[in-house]
């Protein structure tokens, strides 16, 4: 899997939007973008994906760079909730998913989102 | 609807013990995978089912670790013998698929897993 770069941490004030970075410069023409999220103490949780276009559902918002090399998830309005470890990972095609899914998620270190009140 | 669950949230034994990890998907879920997280290190893939087929076993750091699926159900997962790298948190997720698209994993809150 193509590997991705994220800054370690972020900070941010609740209410006001954040923007976390991701870089894949590496990315091939069938990876997908997603981007999961930890919670602590829990297990990760799915955020978003995408392949080429901008996306967005209630969680979040996904801009991809027009040559695919990076990658911003925008949360809108922070909230003390959004506070976790935020992954981005590039998910292609497996041979290995015997044709149901596109696999394993290979995890980064992420960067952790501090959320001040 | 249920979520992921596992059992037990937590596991304590000794070098040399043996335990089984459980983790029961999302009803209707074909694919199941483990991950964990040893301490210090990133999230790292184990092994995924489809129904109770083993399809991608490369992550199984070793024959320690053994990953059954019965009947497409419900997966366990055994160290045994366990040794002291072997501590860290153990998730699941499950999936559904359908025509080949992209699918959400939904994982499990983890198995805390502390060998002495």
Redesign the interface.
Known sequence: DAKTTQPNSMESNEEEPVHLPCNHSTISGTD?IHW?RQLP??????VI?GLTSNVNNRMASLAIAEDRKSSTLILHRATLRDAAVYYCIL?GY?A??????????????GTILTVHP | EAGVTQFPSHSVIEKGQTVTLRCDPISGHDNLYWYRRVMGKEIKFLLHFVKESKQDESGMPNNRFLAERTGGTYSTLKVQPAELEDSGVYFCASSQVFGGRIDEQFFGPGTRLTVL
């Open positions: 997908y999961y103490s829990q297990g990760p949780e799915y994906h998910r497996s290995n998913a015997g044709g149901t899914s596109y696999g394993k998620l290979t995890f980064g270190q």
